[in-house]
């Protein structure tokens, strides 16, 4: 079982920065993609960013040109660096990644943007 520990969320004024990382208990060198979505109370679960294997991003409308998603794999961590942060930014962040065989889930992180 692959445990996925989501840190970083916090409150932070509109502006602002976070880093959230997403570090995996397994080597991601060999994942197929991994995810970080967000969900807002009231809202469905949405996809924000997504890195493959071959390091091809992907990004919402919402956040392009302010979030960047990388990872290391030496450290089986993924990050997401959001800048610019808006009041409607505020969600729980998850992380997820798939390997060939199951998609695991983090537990998520709260990002609470103030104006």
């Known amino acids: 079982q692959v445990q996925l520990v989501e840190s970083g969320g916090g409150l932070v004024q509109a502006g602002g920065s976070l880093r959230l990382s997403c570090a995996a208990s397994?080597?991601?060198?060999?994942?197929?993609?991994m995810t970080w979505h967000r969900q807002a109370p009231g809202k469905q679960r949405e996809l924000v960013a997504r890195?493959?294997?071959?390091?091809?991003?992907l990004y919402a409308d919402s956040v392009k040109g302010r979030f960047t998603i990388s990872r290391d794999n030496a450290k089986n961590t993924m990050y997401l660096q959001m800048n610019s942060l808006k009041p409607e930014d505020t969600a729980v962040y998850t992380c997820?990644?798939?390997?060939?065989?199951?998609?695991?889930w983090g537990q998520g992180t709260q990002v609470t943007v103030s104006s």
């Open positions: 397994a080597s991601i060198s060999s994942i197929i993609v």
């Open positions: 997820a990644a798939t390997w060939a065989v199951a998609t695991y």
């Open positions: 890195i493959t294997s071959g390091d091809s991003t």
